[in-house]
């Protein structure tokens, strides 16, 4: 089975608060490649005091601990996709 981000937020120990975990949850779910207006639409259907500067800074810290990637496409809004260890 695979671990879904919270899980591995846990195992390389990144703070989780009530938001990151949200953010976790609905990229963990989703079933396409999310920008982060996509996700942050997502998001802010289930906690509206999420703002997009907290998806932007959640997002390139899973990123960095190297559990989101990162998908520049020319033209267009880099997109993200769970890695898969």
Known sequence: MLETIEQKCIKK???L???RKIIAKVMS???D???IDELYNRVSKIDSKISIATV???VKL???FGI???HEFKGG???YEELNE
């Open 68 to 70: 989101l990637a990162k």
């Open 77 to 79: 809004k880099a997109r």
């Open 17 to 19: 608060t009530d938001q």
């Open 62 to 64: 899973f990123e960095e």
């Open 33 to 35: 490649h999310p920008n």
């Open 56 to 58: 932007y800074r959640t």
């Open 13 to 15: 120990k990144v703070k």
């Open 29 to 31: 779910e989703a079933n």
